[in-house]
């Protein structure tokens, strides 16, 4: 049968919207810019110092940031006011609103810039994370391990040696992060995923997974592996199980038997995907600890702080970017984006995460233990922001609904769970009041014995 097609007069399309781009925003990630002002006092601010000015002028200074926002059209509304450069930094020209549109695959989304001069009251500019805050603590560590004169080549390769082919896995003793080297073996440096439609995406480098739980990996939903694939994890002293001497560092090798991503998924959030390994690890792998629902109680000032992480990258670089604030709490709570670190000597080791990256995990470093925070989805989102993923603290109840569902498809219930990390030895800023064992919020203690509670 035949179809005739008539006319029936003008098609009206839609216009594209949030709903069809998930995880698309634009935001103006800004900071107080003094204009004039003396004789500033240092206060602190929950988790950061600033210097107070009472009688000083300001404005909002920054960079627009984007996500989901592929090839991105600027147009800027009101250009005697500011403007937007190629990297999206914005240069004010006067006081005033600066207006924009961006515009990508047929969305397009507003913008407005505050770039008012505000004074005649009191102007906080930041200076740095209290000392014995979380954000503090963490870049004063990283401060300690990264030293001036380093190097990507000598100091910032987890192997000086990895050979696929005969297992070879030499650590690099050099390696800016190697005091807590037996943290690293997590960190799985390969996999047998192959596809033969397209050779180019077969490369064991690729693909990352990050062991979560002794039996239980994470990688990214958009860049999976599957059931039947084989990671290997290394670990760091040269003997063997039984004690014997070995030539390199010891290698385990596990299969997937059930791998799940959960049903709300759209490319590409939630980027999360669990798969259940045949075998549990032994206890010298340690599994990474997930981010904490209620992280942003310890660390409410990371727009400013910009905490430092160390993110891996397919070849098994140890990266250094910061945590971007500037966002709602919801927001950060779903989702992270990393930036440039504020310390000179850590840019040596803001690599550009590139195509292969994805599904590689970035972690806090806290007491010497690894905080998984996410793992890779895109990388250079803008010129500001170089990396971005699914928070795992927004999502500690899917995963593990998705350890247990990648058990069911392996036809084993192993019990396990995810472990969140107990940040409950630093200073708290949340609106309760919290300690080792108790919990309060509007009068109400909650105690338990021995065991971090997490809220959501």
């Not at 050099?174 to 037996?182: H, K």
């Given at each position: 049968m035949a179809l005739k097609l008539t006319s029936g007069g003008k098609m009206n399309m839609r216009n594209i919207t949030l709903?069809?781009?998930?995880?698309?925003?634009v935001s103006y990630d800004a900071v107080a810019e003094l204009i004039t002002g003396t004789d500033p006092v240092a206060v602190a601010v929950q988790d950061a110092n600033f210097l107070r000015y009472t009688n000083g002028t300001s404005y909002l200074k920054g960079s627009?940031?984007?996500?989901?926002?592929?090839a991105v059209e600027l147009t800027n509304l009101?250009?005697?006011?500011?403007?937007?450069?190629?990297d999206?930094?914005?240069?004010?020209?006067?006081?005033?609103?600066?207006?924009?549109?961006?515009?990508?695959?047929?969305?397009?989304?507003?913008l407005?810039?505050?770039?008012?001069?505000?004074?005649?009251?009191?102007?906080?500019?930041?200076d740095s994370p209290v000392a014995d805050s979380l954000s503090g603590v963490i870049n004063s560590q990283f401060a300690t391990r990264i030293t001036a004169g380093m190097s990507i080549n000598l100091n910032g390769r987890l192997y000086s040696e990895k050979t696929h082919a005969t297992s070879?896995?030499?650590?690099?003793?050099?390696?800016?992060?190697?005091?807590?080297?037996?943290?690293?073996?997590?960190?799985?440096?390969?996999n047998d995923y192959s596809n033969p439609n397209k050779p180019q995406e077969t490369n064991p480098n690729n693909r990352a997974g990050t062991l979560i739980t002794p039996q239980h990996v994470l990688?990214?939903?958009?860049?999976?592996?599957?059931?039947?694939?084989?990671?290997r994890f290394v670990k760091g002293n040269r003997l063997k199980e039984d004690g014997t001497e070995y030539p390199n560092n010891f290698v385990y090798e596990r299969t997937i038997t059930g791998a799940v991503t959960d049903a709300s998924y759209s490319p590409i959030y939630p980027d999360l995907r669990v798969c259940t390994l045949n075998a549990p690890l032994t206890q010298d792998i340690i599994p990474a600890q997930v981010m904490p629902a209620n992280w942003l109680d310890y660390m409410p000032q990371i727009a400013h702080n910009k905490t430092d992480t160390l993110l891996l990258d397919a070849e098994e670089k140890a990266l250094v970017w910061a945590i971007s604030g500037g966002r709602s709490q919801e927001s950060m709570?779903?989702?992270?984006?990393?930036?440039?670190?504020?310390?000179?000597?850590?840019?040596?080791?803001?690599?550009?995460?590139?195509?292969?990256?994805?599904?590689?995990?970035?972690?806090?470093?806290?007491?010497?233990?690894?905080?998984?925070?996410?793992?890779l989805t895109a990388g250079q989102l803008t010129n500001a922001i170089k990396a971005s993923g699914t928070s795992t603290s927004g999502h500690i109840a899917m995963l593990n609904a998705l350890i247990a569902a990648a058990d069911a498809e392996a036809g084993i219930s192993t019990g396990y769970t995810v472990t969140p990390a107990d940040f409950t030895s630093y200073p708290y800023y949340g609106t309760g009041t919290t300690s080792a064992n108790t919990l309060t919020f509007a009068g109400e203690t909650l105690t338990f014995a021995g065991t971090p509670l997490t809220y959501n």
């Open positions: 709903a069809d781009r998930v995880g698309a925003f627009v940031s984007t996500a989901n926002m592929p009101n250009p005697e006011v500011a403007t937007v450069s190629y999206y930094s914005v240069d004010r020209l006067r006081s005033g609103i600066c207006r924009l549109i961006l515009k990508s695959n047929g969305l397009a989304l507003p407005e810039l505050d770039l008012r001069t505000t004074g005649g009251t009191t102007t906080d500019i930041y070879v896995y030499k650590r690099q003793p050099n390696v800016w992060c190697n005091d807590i080297v037996d943290q690293l073996f997590c960190i799985s440096p390969y990688v990214a939903a958009h860049y999976p592996l599957f059931v039947g694939n084989t990671l709570r779903k989702y992270f984006y990393f930036v440039d670190s504020l310390a000179n000597e850590r840019k040596v080791f803001n690599e550009q995460p590139i195509s292969g990256d994805s599904g590689n995990p970035v972690f806090l470093i806290v007491d010497g233990k690894l905080v998984l925070l996410t793992v």
